[in-house]
């Protein structure tokens, strides 16, 4: 498996995979499905210290992970971010989360990043539990 940021190729990918949690409606707080320009949006505010990470295996995308500005404009808050992670349902408990989230961790400095952060929906408890392992 290689991490590799993403290419706005990776679109409709990243897209389909986040679209698999909104139908559980226990992931994110979409209720509805988002549309790929709705996610072309979305990549766009993902500036050079903000990336998108995707996970690839047999150069089939399984999953990706995101750094999100918190507050844009707010000179304080630069150095922290958000961060959203979605694995392919078929990938789901294989690790691949774990390696996404270790992957950014680490790398998060290179990118400016001192804090990150994580909203989540309090029945999501696989996520909570995944979350705690790296002491968030």
């Not at 590799?4 to 499905?33: F, G, H, W």
């Not at 993902?46 to 992970?65: C, R, S, Y």
């Amino acid at each position: 498996m290689i991490i590799r940021k993403a290419k706005k190729e990776d679109l409709p990918l990243i897209n389909y995979i986040y679209n698999q949690s909104v139908q559980t409606k226990m992931s994110t707080a979409d209720i509805d499905p988002v549309t790929i320009e709705e996610r072309e949006r979305w990549f766009k505010s993902h500036d050079e210290d903000h990336p998108v990470f995707v996970a690839e295996e047999k150069e089939q995308l399984i999953g990706w992970i995101s750094l999100s500005a918190y507050r844009p404009g707010r000179r304080a808050l630069r150095f922290t971010a958000e961060v959203s992670y979605y694995v392919h349902k078929d990938f789901q408990k294989k690790g691949i989360g774990s390696l996404l989230m270790a992957y950014t961790v680490e790398n998060a400095p290179k990118y400016g990043i001192r804090t990150l952060f994580a909203i989540l929906l309090e029945n999501n408890s696989s996520s909570i539990k995944h979350l705690e392992k790296f002491n968030f």
